[in-house]
């Protein structure tokens, strides 16, 4: 099946640093979704990307899916943006396959 | 609009035990997913329904796990004769608003927590 990967894996930062998280899958695929995990473990959409650039906020994503990777910028991080960041990729209106998560914690 | 949402929130249930995990997708969506999230590791796919069709059960761990959907609206995740290794967190998820084309973005609920014991 296909392979996702995300580094990395941990990231400590102070608040107001920006930050680059990267997601690798291994084939092609028609549907690619962010997600932050809340310390609740609540599962929050951050952009539906399978191809391009979004803006939302201090948050931006951008997916090259002919190179297989998508990238996750988070500017001028605050303390609620701490948690877990997942990539999940997938074809068509099938299943989703996550990678591993990236914690990010941002200090005060 | 209303979010998907299960219940219950947290279970706990005694090893052999039964169980009984529901989800309420959001209102019109067709396709309905159930994952399994273990502690520090991302959700893992269990199975997949098209309205009440069930099209993909590959991820189901065993024949004690079992999934329905039976009017293509709220679906039922099942355990049976439970085991510590069932210990996770179970997700529903639902996408594809009918009429909305190539839309496959998927929605989470908040999940049921579930510890065997």
């Known amino acids: 099946g296909i392979q996702v990967e995300q580094s990395p894996p941990d990231l400590i930062l102070q608040e107001g640093a920006n930050s680059t998280l990267r997601c690798n899958f291994s084939d092609s695929v028609n549907n690619l979704q962010w997600f932050h995990q809340n310390p609740w473990g609540q599962l929050i959409n951050l952009f539906y990307i399978p191809s391009g650039t979004k803006q939302n906020g201090r948050l931006s994503a951008t997916t090259v899916a002919t190179e297989r990777y998508s990238l996750l910028y988070i500017s001028s991080s605050q303390t609620t943006d701490s948690g877990v960041y997942f990539c999940a990729v997938g074809f068509g209106n099938e299943k989703l396959t996550f990678g591993t998560g990236t914690r990010l914690t941002i200090i005060p | 609009g209303a979010g998907v949402s299960q219940s219950p929130r947290y279970k706990v249930a005694k090893r052999g035990q039964d169980v009984a995990l529901r989800c309420d997708p959001i209102s019109g969506h067709v396709s309905l997913f159930w994952y399994q999230q273990a502690l520090g590791q991302g959700p893992e796919f269990l199975t997949y329904?098209?309205?009440?069709?069930?099209?993909?059960k590959s991820g189901l761990p065993s024949d004690r796990f079992f999934a329905e959907r039976p009017e293509g609206s709220v679906s039922t995740l099942k355990i049976q004769r439970t085991q510590q290794e069932d210990s996770a967190v179970y997700l529903c998820?639902?996408?594809?608003?009918?009429?909305?084309?190539?839309?496959?973005?998927?929605?989470f609920g908040p999940g049921t927590r579930l510890t065997v014991t």
């Open positions: 998820a639902s996408s594809l608003k009918r009429g909305s084309g190539s839309d496959y973005e998927q929605y």
């Open positions: 329904f098209q309205n009440e069709a069930q099209l993909d």
